[in-house]
């Protein structure tokens, strides 16, 4: 399992895709090339709407497209980050067939392969990911998996106390 994990409160997020215009300015992806995503739902409970959901690499545990490569291009760090080392990447693709999350993208600039890597750069700074640190309305947070399903859990107890009456 990936040491870290960006998490989404879909419940504060209002779509503004501040994290996806943020990541390709600081990448420079290919026309097309979304290294993290804002998708739109709708919803009809509790009430209807439109929803919010963030999605990126998941930086898998045995990651398919790290496995499929020919080149070793692409690589797993010791704390979990997948990315793609560009001088070796020949643009075959085959990293982007073997993904079921679509995670890799072509850039047709480079003729070579990108995706998220969680800013690494940052992160061996000490930073945050800048689509963490762009979210406009700070729903998306950056932490490690046991912290996580915590920070899940006081939230949705938080939300749950919101919602009951109070007595008197």
């Given amino acids: 399992m990936s040491k870290y994990v960006v998490t989404h409160n879909s419940a504060e997020c209002i779509g503004c895709k501040a994290c996806e215009v943020q990541c390709r300015s600081l990448h420079n992806g290919g026309a097309g090339a979304f290294f993290c995503r804002i998708l739109t739902v709708e919803q009809s409970e509790p009430r209807p709407g439109l929803g ?88 998306l947070g950056f932490t490690v998996p046991s912290e996580a399903s915590q920070e899940r859990r006081q939230h949705f107890a938080e939300q749950i106390q919101k919602l009951r009456p109070t007595t008197r």
Avoid at 131 to 136: G, I, K, L, P
Wanted: aromatic share 10%; net charge positive.
């Fill in 52 to 139: 919010f959901v963030y999605t990126s690499c998941f930086h898998c545990e045995n990651p398919w497209c790290v496995k499929a490569c020919p080149t070793g291009a692409m690589r797993r760090r010791e704390d979990g980050i997948v990315y793609v080392e560009k001088k070796f990447c020949v643009g075959c693709k085959a990293c982007i067939t073997a993904c079921p999350w679509a995670a890799p993208q072509w850039n047709p600039d480079t003729g070579k392969v990108d995706k998220c890597d969680l800013c690494r750069d940052r992160i061996d700074q000490g930073l945050r990911p800048a689509c963490v640190t762009t979210c406009a309305m700070s729903c």
